[in-house]
Every structure is written in C-alpha cells, then in structure tokens.
C-alpha cells in the first residue's frame, strides 16, 4: 500500500485521496465499429486539487477483439495520488476513445467520464460507463459524416466534467467501458470529513 509522508502542518490543511485501478475493457453489444482501438485518459478535478504523483493523463495500447467479438480488452493500470483543501470538484475521470474506420482513418468512437468512487478501504468498485459519439446537428454535415466514416470530435474532452460547458450536445450513445477503482483517503477525518465509509487511520 502506497504510504503518504505528510508533515504536521500539512495533515491539518490537506486530505489526501489515492485512486489505483485499471481500465479494464470496451463492450459493445454488436461489436466495435471499426478496429485498432486505444483509450486516452484524462483526469479532471476542481481548482483545489493537485496531483501529488501518478499521470494527469495517458493513452493505452491499440488493442483488437479476440474470440469475444463484442469486447476488447486494455488492462491498462490508473494510479495517482491528488491532495486537497475541501471535496468541491471530486476527481473525475474522462475517456476518449478512437479508432480506425473501414477507410482506415483514425476517428473517435465514443466518450466516457466516471467521477473516482469515495474512500473506502480495500473495497474495489465496478463502473460500467456509457460510451457516447458527438453528432452533427445539421443533416448535411451528418451526412458527410456518415460517408467519410469520421464522427465529431470535441476539441476539449475534459469540458464533459462540467455540466455547464456542454449543455444541448447531442450525441448517441453505444457501448461501454468497463472500469474498476479503488480510492483510499489520508488526512480527511482532521479535517472533519466524513464520507461515510471507513478512512485509512490518520495517525
């Protein structure tokens, strides 16, 4: 287990939030639409969070279906440590994924944001995230789309964190991607938080 080193003035103005777990795999009901997927992740948390150690972001590998047709498996490890004054804008994680389209040109397949559970030692959580595609909202342009095989991409990703900054997107969704986390907090019952759930011991 990872051991956070804090000093006496820091344990009283800072919680500590630890998040390990792995993308697991993409499920799609009737397969992927296209080949050669990989997965970017992008962490997104609120003005008063830092990140201690771990990646802000990263990109797995390009992965295929094997005998499920309907899966495809990433086994690509998330780790980081983020430290705190208040919980307002609780770390979220955003998904993009891309791959290849029958005219082998990368494009997006799909989007995805999961806010990392709350602490809750050794306990490891599940989360089965929808993936959705962007669309035009013109016909026109939905058509070109539908021709060329390459769906709208959102300059940004991580703006999906914010409710705010993507109201009246339309999209569609399909598929899935499958996620399991685990988070251990340090410091948050000197600070008088309480998440309801059991906290490493703060001694």
Same mark, same amino acid.
């Given at each position: 287990?990872?051991?956070?080193?804090?000093?006496?003035?820091?344990?009283?103005?800072?919680?500590?939030? +630890?998040?390990?777990?792995?993308?697991?795999?993409?499920?799609?009901?009737?397969?992927? !639409?296209?080949?050669?997927?990989?997965?970017?992740?992008?962490?997104?948390?609120?003005?008063?969070?830092?990140?201690?150690?771990?990646?802000?972001?990263?990109?797995?590998?390009?992965?295929?279906?094997?005998? !499920?047709?309907?899966? /495809? /498996?990433?086994?690509?490890?998330?780790?980081?440590?983020?430290?705190? +004054?208040?919980?307002?804008?609780?770390?979220?994680?955003?998904?993009?994924?891309?791959?290849?389209?029958?005219?082998?040109?990368?494009?997006?397949?799909?989007?995805?944001?999961?806010?990392?559970?709350?602490?809750?030692?050794?306990?490891?959580? +599940?989360?089965?995230?929808?993936?959705?595609?962007?669309?035009?909202?013109?016909?026109?342009?939905?058509?070109?789309?539908?021709?060329?095989?390459?769906?709208?991409?959102?300059? !940004?990703?991580?703006?999906?964190?914010?409710?705010?900054?993507?109201?009246?997107?339309?999209?569609?969704?399909?598929?899935?991607?499958? /996620?399991?986390?685990?988070?251990?907090?340090?410091?948050?019952?000197?600070?008088?938080?309480?998440?309801?759930?059991?906290?490493? !011991?703060?001694?």
């Amino acid at each position: 287990m990872l051991e956070l080193q804090l000093t006496s003035g820091e344990s009283e103005s800072f919680f500590h939030l +630890t998040v390990t777990g792995q993308l697991e795999s993409a499920h799609f009901p009737m397969g992927p !639409d296209g080949g050669g997927l990989f997965c970017r992740y992008d962490i997104v948390a609120g003005p008063d969070w830092e990140l201690v150690s771990g990646l802000r972001s990263a990109v797995t590998q390009s992965a295929r279906t094997e005998s !499920d047709y309907r899966t /495809v /498996v990433f086994n690509m490890p998330v780790e980081f440590t983020m430290k705190s +004054t208040n919980p307002h804008g609780w770390p979220q994680i955003i998904f993009s994924l891309y791959g290849a389209n029958i005219w082998n040109v990368e494009t997006n397949r799909g989007y995805a944001r999961v806010h990392c559970p709350l602490s809750g030692a050794g306990t490891e959580r +599940t989360i089965r995230a929808p993936l959705f595609i962007p669309k035009y909202s013109n016909l026109c342009s939905a058509a070109m789309s539908w021709l060329s095989g390459v769906n709208p991409e959102l300059r !940004d990703p991580k703006i999906l964190a914010d409710g705010s900054k993507h109201k009246g997107l339309a999209c569609e969704t399909y598929g899935e991607l499958v /996620v399991r986390l685990q988070a251990i907090s340090r410091g948050s019952s000197r600070m008088a938080l309480d998440w309801g759930q059991t906290a490493v !011991d703060d001694r």
